[in-house]
């Protein structure tokens, strides 16, 4: 028999309404057979009408913000800006009104800054002609086969995402893609779309493929390698099953073979400066090797995303009118967009959502089976991750859910590693969902509206993401029960893995 005597003595004041001084004494009692060690968790659950209200309201603003969002009723942005205000505000009436260095700490720096890093080097890259230069040799390679040049463009585009972050590369490759398409008279919206949705899927595969990626990497000390080898086989699958479903889908728009010479083209087949390509080939090489070191020597990739940058400006002796030209490129608002959708995060887990979220263990705990609650698990969390993360946003939902997997973890019994491996899938794979889901998306709809005058809704991108995520998280569901359950975790009773 076990006792535990807790008193608790807490004041709590409210600027608009009243609440008097609170005193709290219980008394826990637990029966263990043969003395075991017993482990609980405890949290204090305000409660009254302001306590109770707090995840229903919260629950509200996520709603609202979803459908201003589907609706288009403003930019993205502002969208998230508002709703940000809006539970800023009400943690102020609640008395839980936080202080700026706490909104600091929600801010996840070192994915804002690997995110600035790897776009200055993009964006001096691109001024190198090299990425136009790619897309006329691929167009050569293809040798006017349409199909064959949807493989190249893509699978080009995709190779990029995996490891310079996908919605960096959609922003050079993307006009590129709309420029030649008008060039050889091709419709470019299945060029961008496949871009789009297998960049999504490609950036799964690494650390820095996709920003949830290091967030869940980071907070779990999971590093580049281990991204390659326990989801990568998994994304090399879905890749090519995807490629093949979108070339059907859109094969009235891919017929052909284009026999014609194309003049226009000849332009682009010579790079503009040779010394500034091999630059920028070797920093981004240095980028790539050490965020693979970063995984054995324990240090944060921001550095080597920061420490690049810095050393391409230097090597490339830009002037003060370069370096403004520079950065004015930079899509800046896509950065402060990551800023507002971490503070958004945050203001929900101050309002409780997270308690609530982190409720998915309860029905998990009652498998009495080890094998079925770990299958049951990686199922759970795997679309849960993918509908919110495409409903809503990944980042906001990876930085929202990364700190309770290891609680469901905990009182499910269940070894952590699979679950995060199945949070990374279903939040990188749920962005082809819906055009607000990820950066990649909006980046996509930016580039057809400016260079194409065509204009990409909500709706539009639902209709062809749609299909896309489903299969993608049925094939993802399939590899991770194989993999974790079949292949590399469970032996009878007991689980050889220790992760």
């Given at each position: 028999m076990l006792s535990c005597v807790t008193y608790c003595s807490c004041s709590?004041?409210?600027?608009?309404?009243?609440?008097?001084h609170v005193v709290l004494y219980h008394i826990l009692t637990f029966s263990?057979?043969?003395?075991?060690a017993v482990a609980f968790y405890e949290s204090i659950v305000e409660m009254g009408v302001l306590g109770n209200s707090q995840f229903p309201f919260s629950l509200t603003i996520l709603i609202f913000t979803v459908i201003a969002l589907a609706l288009n009723l403003a930019a993205a942005t502002m969208i998230i800006m508002e709703a940000t205000g809006i539970l800023i505000v009400w943690l102020f009436i609640l008395g839980k009104g936080p202080d700026l260095s706490i909104v600091a700490n929600w801010l996840d720096m070192s994915l804002v800054c690997v995110h600035f890093g790897l776009m200055t080097i993009i964006t001096i890259f691109g001024q190198t002609g090299f990425f136009p230069w790619l897309a006329v040799k691929g167009y050569k390679a293809s040798r006017g086969n349409v199909k064959l040049l949807f493989v190249i463009i893509t699978g080009t585009c995709a190779i990029f995402s995996a490891w310079l972050e996908h919605s960096v590369s959609l922003m050079l490759l993307g006009p590129v893609t709309v420029t030649m398409c008008n060039m050889l008279d091709l419709n470019p919206i299945p060029f961008l779309f496949g871009q789009t949705l297998l960049s999504n899927i490609g950036g799964t595969a690494t650390l820095i493929g996709d920003p949830p990626n290091l967030i869940l990497g980071a907070y779990y000390g999971f590093g580049f390698v281990d991204f390659l080898v326990y989801v990568g086989p998994g994304i090399v699958i879905i890749y090519l099953t995807m490629t093949g479903y979108l070339m059907w889908y859109y094969k009235d728009m891919l017929k052909g073979t284009i026999n014609r010479p194309v003049p226009s083209l000849t332009k682009h087949t010579k790079l503009q400066d040779i010394g500034l390509v091999i630059k920028c080939c070797l920093v981004t090489l240095s980028v790539l090797i050490l965020f693979f070191l970063s995984s054995f020597l324990h240090f944060d990739p921001a550095w080597a995303s920061l420490t690049c940058a810095t050393a391409l400006l230097i090597i490339t002796r830009v002037s003060k009118k370069e370096l403004d030209h520079i950065y004015t490129e930079i899509e800046w608002v896509e950065i402060f967009f990551l800023v507002i959708i971490f503070v958004f995060a945050g203001a929900l887990s101050e309002l409780g959502f997270l308690e609530y979220l982190g409720r998915l263990a309860n029905p998990l705990a009652e498998i009495e089976h080890q094998g079925n609650r770990l299958m049951a698990a990686i199922t759970a969390i795997l679309w849960i991750s993918a509908f919110f993360s495409g409903a809503f946003n990944g980042i906001a939902f990876a930085a929202l859910f990364v700190s309770i997997l290891g609680r469901i973890a905990e009182d499910a019994n269940l070894p952590v590693a699979p679950l995060v491996w199945s949070c990374v899938l279903g939040v990188s794979l749920g962005c082809n969902l819906t055009l607000y889901a990820s950066a990649t998306n909006m980046v996509m709809a930016h580039?057809?509206?400016?260079?194409?005058?065509?204009?990409?809704?909500?709706?539009?991108?639902?209709k062809v993401g749609a299909p896309v995520t489903f299969m993608s998280l049925v094939m993802a569901n399939i590899y991770l029960w194989i993999v974790w359950v079949g292949i590399a975790g469970y032996n009878g009773e007991t689980f050889t893995f220790t992760n």
């Open positions: 709590y004041s409210c600027p608009l309404f009243p609440i008097s263990t057979p043969n003395e075991e580039v057809l509206h400016e260079h194409a005058h065509i204009h990409i809704s909500y709706w539009h991108f639902l």
